[in-house]
């Protein structure tokens, strides 16, 4: 990469993580090199459907026993950041259709969180979307969960950096950039094998393979996020967006007619108005930690920080990711979550415990 000038700090990788950590240190003062090899559309976080989405994912999904208030934390960090990006946020919330049994056990999880989810008739869910199936007669919603557009979230973020006086860069970072950097680092970059001799931190992260099918025009996308027990769909870019694979150890960019034949399965009851043709694949690498939350903040190399190991919620958790790691740097309060996402808590306990 060269000689870093009067760069202040180097941020490599363009995903949510990597712009949003470039951005709060851009205002915060610091001068931002963004370095990546990928442009902002084509990262994980652009083949993302962009869900803020707390009570769900730790219904369905959860990443880390009690991550519960984490996760609020940082969705409701995001309004703040929205406005200052000038991008809007859905709060239409999200609902789950699907079998009473699934539905009764959702239920009692979100209650069991003290979240809410409540029941909606035929009548809302119809309003909800159009191309319903007639079998399930309710579903499940809940207001805690929002969405943002993942596209026009990472071009805001470029042009409010660009607009700070940082710079956004084609390029490969290699080990001997590393090795001779004489900025600090942020790596933001994902599950990255090449670094892990001089940052021991990211050998605890994993490859996890995601598929997401986009379909454009058809018929009247839904209102907000629909959930299902094998997948999701949302309107998303004047079309549908179908999703998601989670295939752990995976690290291809290959489409798989498996995969997209499982999530096209999974809507059909829900939806058997959705064409089975016509879908586009897209295809995304994340990363993730043993217990699911991201690394964020020192590694322990001096001089280096991690954004890493979003697993499946890399943009609910960007703006906390952002403000941690920012706080490192600046040697600000890094605030009550700093701690729980340490990038040490493996290398130095081993099993993730403290």
């Known amino acids: 990469m060269g000689g870093s000038g009067t760069v202040s700090v180097i941020v490599i990788g363009a995903g949510v993580f990597g712009l949003a950590t470039g951005l709060g240190l851009a205002e915060a003062g610091i001068k931002v090199r963004l370095v990546a090899a990928t442009a902002p559309d084509l990262t994980a976080s652009g083949v993302a459907a962009g869900m803020l989405a707390p009570a769900f994912e730790m219904a369905l999904d959860p990443p880390a026993p009690e991550a519960l208030d984490l996760l609020l934390a940082s969705r409701d960090l995001w309004p703040d950041l929205a406005a200052r990006l000038g991008v809007s946020l859905d709060r239409t919330g999200a609902a789950a259709i699907g079998p009473e049994a699934w ?19 035929r009548a809302e869910m119809e309003a909800m979307s159009s191309g319903l199936g007639s079998r399930f007669p309710r579903a499940l919603v809940t207001p805690q969960d929002w969405r943002i557009e993942p596209q026009a979230a990472l071009q805001a973020m470029v042009r409010r950096l660009q607009d700070l006086g940082g710079t956004l860069e084609t390029g490969t970072f290699t080990l001997r950039d590393l090795e001779h950097a004489v900025s600090p680092v942020v790596l933001a970059t994902g599950a990255d094998r090449r ?4 940052v021991p931190e990211l050998a605890s992260l994993s490859p996890i393979k995601g598929q997401i099918l986009w379909q454009p025009g058809g018929a009247l996308p839904p209102t907000g996020v629909i959930r299902t027990p094998g997948a999701y769909l949302l309107g998303s870019g004047g079309g549908f967006l179908a999703g998601a694979t989670m295939e752990a150890g995976r690290s291809d960019l290959a489409a798989d007619l498996e995969a997209q034949a499982e999530l096209r399965g999974s809507l059909a009851d829900v939806f ?4 089975t043709e016509g879908w586009v694949t897209r295809v995304g690498v994340r990363a993730a930690s043993p217990d699911g939350l991201p690394l964020a903040g020192a590694a322990s190399r001096p001089g280096v920080f991690l954004a890493v190991g979003a697993r499946r919620n890399g943009w609910l958790l960007a703006p906390l990711v952002a403000k ?5 740097i600046t040697g600000e309060d890094a605030g009550r979550w700093a701690a729980r996402l340490d990038p040490l808590r493996f290398t130095r306990h081993g099993n993730g415990e403290k």
């Not at 959702?106 to 989810?117: C, D, K, M, P, V």
Request: aromatic share 0%; glycine share 16%; hydrophobic share 55%.
């Open 103 to 121: 539905l009764d056990g959702l239920e009692a999880r979100l209650a069991a969180l003290g979240l809410e989810g409540r029941p909606a008739g």
């Open 195 to 198: 670094l892990e001799g001089l």
């Open 272 to 275: 058997p108005a959705v064409a």
């Open 324 to 328: 941690i790691v920012t706080a490192a």
